[in-house]
């Protein structure tokens, strides 16, 4: 039992290096997801289910889809001024 719990922290420890170690955004989003549900995941073998549910929700679904719509609208405002940029 002990060494499934040292495991899965060892988990958590390589998913959170990979987060800040990822270049490109949308693999970083990515391996936060999955750092996420390691995250749940230890919660629940740690016995606290309602907050590994609570990071399952928060961590590993709203969080990185917030970051994706963030960089959409980034995208989207960046093309269109390049738009009206060509029109002027």
């Not at 039992?1 to 987060?19: E, H, K, N, Y």
């Not at 919660?43 to 963030?70: E, H, K, R």
Request: proline share 2%.
């Amino acid at each position: 039992m002990i060494w499934c719990g040292a495991g899965i922290l060892i988990l958590l420890a390589i998913s959170g290096f990979m987060v800040v170690r990822t270049q490109n955004v949308i693999e970083q989003v990515i391996a936060l997801s999955f750092y996420g549900l390691v995250t749940a995941l230890m919660f629940f073998f740690f016995q606290a289910p309602d907050v590994a549910l609570s990071q399952i929700t928060v961590g590993a679904v709203a969080l990185p889809l917030m970051i994706m719509l963030a960089l959409s609208r980034m995208k989207f405002r960046k093309f269109t001024r390049q738009k009206e940029g060509e029109h002027d």
